[in-house]
DNA sequence: CTAGGGTTAG
């Protein structure tokens, strides 16, 4: 009886074959049915053979010398193509091992689970793993349990891979130096500090000693979970013991203070490694300029970029991004320019963000004709600016009254295959309705909807504004209600809009009836909307219930802070001292304020209202004082007297 | 091993 192909592969001359396949690939056809069309036989879901089946042997070199076997073996690439999550997968695999005599070794299953197939989903691999341990002689290393747990957590399946963990540990294998490294690393990565520390644990137990790596994963573990204290504890075994932190140890602990808020700790962190010549390197500058960033500091987020300049370190593109953006928040377009400049001249490309950050900020700064220029100079660099780049620009022009090149770069926008999305929408309707072009508003308003753009509550928000601003607060009522009906959730803002806008018209009862629906809704009122209600009601010599609704707020956990000196402006500035005396002498009774606060305060707004005569009166007056100190009595003259005297 | 896409509105 002749010899089947199909053995051949099976014995030792499968190398040869593979060697065979790769010079002609024409052999293929040669194969026995089962081979060339798996599938008829039940074993592969893809009839054409998959491209392992020749890539093994195109460049061996570049497989790990371990794996070199298992790698240029011509049935691995069929057995990776049985891993397809198949109901037959088990089966499949069976027979074929069967039928190929394959014997599985724990180095070969996770070869297999280190596979392409095995990152697709996990549950092929736990299925995979599962069909392995139920083989004849065959049992599970500890590297199948390393591979399979690293393949759970890659997929971020947290409670599976508990699970497998404890039968890891149950089964009682002995603990080796890569798989505790490749454990505490992965283990950190997703902040599984328990399993982790177990690991940890055993590996002592096993005389394992860690290594530098070992270290520096155990700490980003440690900080990945924010367990800061520990990292803590663990870097300065580190500083005392025979490896010392070295420039990844003391970056992980950088961002470590970082994520829990404390940056100052993380430059404080920086300097003491120029203390001991450990050399920070881009990765410190950037975790600690990123946060900085966040934070908003953006000073501290230049004044790292100036250091990293200085040490001549190489600056990722992502630096020069949070450096210029950081630069054109704070209003400062000329030097975010500057930045910009020495970004180019340094071979880096800037990018959309980085445009729009610089032609916002140049729009802000009144500049529009700079902004203008970078927009062209975006589009000469080869940039197609985006939906936010139009946003500025329009907002800008918009800002600026500037209102027909707005609705002319809002159609050029749409021409280009953007959107004109709500935020573009909210600034031209806010734009006109400032203009008082109230017609054009509203068709615009009209227009989005017509244009299928949903409308948020910016856009009902501005045209509202509108219609208090110009004594239309009857149409702004309406709108409200609109807004209601076509289910857009009115904000705090929308509630100052109207508020405001009824006291405007005396109509205290409804804006106070407004106030309440917002209340019961849970909105919390800020510091404009409570201007909004105590200036309201004071003006309209409603000073006592504005008192009692301020003093209402505090069991909500809201202090007006700013509220009484407000309402002092505002009456002060309306001419109606007396009031505001008699506000001043209520707030220091209820004991909200101390009564040189409130001096000061009402003094301030006397003069800012150009009462000059009673702001020195009250100057040169004792009143309001609380308590004389010379005399260790308790006095205090009433506001009140200002105007008796 | 440690860092990695921001930018627009009242």
Redo the contacts with the bound molecule.
Sequence with gaps: MPMSPMRILTGPLSRSMGKLFHLFPSIAVDLPKNLQSPASRGYFANPIPPPEWVEPFTDISTVPSARRDFAASPWVGHIRALLDGSPDMEANLHGFCRKFMIKLTPNFVSFLLKGDEMKRSSDIALRFFRWASGQKDYRHGIECYVCLIEILLACGDTGRVKGVFGEFRDVGLLMTESAANSLI?SLG?VGMVEELLWVWRKMKENGIVPS??TY??LL?GLVNSMFIDSAEKVFEVMEGGSISP????Y??MI?GYCRSGNTEKGIKLLREMEERTVEP????Y??LM?AC?ARGDFDSCLRLYHEMEEKQLEI???A???VI?GL??DGKCMEGYSVYNSMVKNGCKA????Y??LI?AYA?CGSMDEAMRLFEKMKDDGFQP????Y??VI?GL??LGRLEEAMFYSEHCRDSGLAV????Y??LI?GYGKAGRLDEAEKLFEKMGEMGCTR???CY??LM?AYGKHGKIDDALTLFKRMEYEHCDP?V??FTILISGLFTEHRNEEALKLWDVMVDKGITPNVACIRALSIGLCLSGKVARACKILDELAPMGIIPDSATEDMLNALCKAGRIKEACKLADGIVDRGREIPGKIRTVLLNALRKAGNVDLALKLMHSKIGIGYDRVHSIKKRVKFRTLLDL
């Design positions: 690393r990565n530098l790596y520096n994963f980003n070295d420039t990844v140890s970056n992980t961002k390197d881009k990765i410190t950037m975790i990123q960033y990722p593109p992502h020069y991004s949070l953006t054109c928040k990018n959309v963000a980085i729009t950050a916002d802000k985006d939906e936010v780049t946003g500025a907002n918009c800002k999305n709500p935020t573009m909210s600034c806010d948020d509550s910016y928000n501005v504004d904000t803002y929308t």
